[in-house]
């Protein structure tokens, strides 16, 4: 069985950064397991709280978790856009709204009711010499993506008692026509207790037995109830990393290029961020926010 140095299991920060005021688990200059794509973060909101992001060069996915919210950007003609995202009660309440947010834009979000929780999913798309106003970056501006939106959806085996949907995919081409495609996938995994997992396969159906995946994961782990738990394994197609994390509520796994997880295993209800970054993220099938 193979051994990282670091361990991939992220505990939930106690408390926001100063800074950003955002709750950071994973990203590039995270400790513990750091990623080189994938950055993640939550906001709670109280009701009427307004607070403004602007993440630079990176996409942004903004996952409602729970909650209403109005959102409010600047787009490329320097116009005010507003939207109201209706949001849902609880997780296990539905499929999400979310705010797909390109580079350089200042995105404005204000609650409307009490408790709203915000997951900030970002990843660079483009290159590094993009910088804001140069031909090469992408013009600012938003969408926000209703839970009516065409998306992936799939139960699976154990019909509605799992449910794994795709929320938004973002995708650029890097350095212009013809050269890597660049994707930021984003989605959700609900399985209710005693749905079962397929245990035997440790890898996607659309990653050949072998294969190197060239893209970073997160999945980020809240139960019903909250003291449930979960058995996570990660490991590599190839079998030369295997390991098994045991997972709390408000756990974050990060999966580094080259390792892929598997269905975990639980006896409560379970509910999954999931989100993918890099060459040819996996975006498989349809959904899309900005390119």
């Avoid at 992220?10 to 950055?39: D, H, N, W």
């Avoid at 709280?49 to 209403?68: A, C, I, K, N």
């Avoid at 970002?122 to 939106?149: K, Q």
């Avoid at 738990?229 to 756990?251: E, F, L, M, N």
């Amino acid at each position: 069985m193979g051994v990282l140095a670091v361990s991939l299991l992220v505990r939930m920060p106690e408390k926001p950064c100063s800074t950003t005021r955002i709750r950071e688990a994973v990203g590039p200059a995270s400790p513990g397991p750091a990623l080189s794509s994938i950055y993640l973060g939550f906001v709670q909101l109280s009701q009427g709280e307004r607070r403004g992001f602007d993440f630079g060069p990176l996409d942004t996915v903004v996952v409602v978790m729970v909650g209403s919210v109005e959102a409010e950007w600047e787009d490329a003609n320097r116009r005010m856009t507003h939207g109201i995202v209706a949001g849902r009660h609880d997780l296990f309440d539905g499929a999400p709204w979310a705010i797909c947010a390109a580079p350089y834009t200042t995105l404005f979000v204000k609650a409307l009711s009490a408790g709203a929780e915000l997951a900030l999913i970002r990843a660079e798309l483009i290159d590094e010499d993009a910088t804001e106003g140069s031909p090469e970056s992408p013009e600012p501006g938003a969408v926000i993506v209703s839970p009516h939106a065409p998306r992936v959806s799939d139960t699976g085996a154990a019909g509605p008692a799992r449910q794994v949907r795709q929320v938004a995919s973002l995708e650029r081409r890097a350095g212009g026509e013809g050269e890597e495609t660049r994707r930021l996938v984003v989605g959700e995994i609900l399985t209710l207790a005693g749905a079962g997992c397929d245990a035997a396969l440790c890898q996607d159906d659309d990653i050949a037995d072998g294969e190197d995946p060239s893209h970073e994961e997160v999945r980020h782990f809240r139960f019903r109830p909250v003291e449930g738990g979960a058995i996570q394994r990660v490991c590599s197609p190839s079998r030369k990393y295997d390991h098994t994390y045991q997972v709390q509520h408000g756990d974050t796994i990060a999966v580094k290029s080259g390792l892929r997880p598997k269905d975990p295993t639980c006896d409560c209800d379970l509910y999954i961020l999931w989100a993918r970054a890099g060459v040819g993220a996996a975006n498989t099938r349809t959904g899309g926010c900005l390119s």
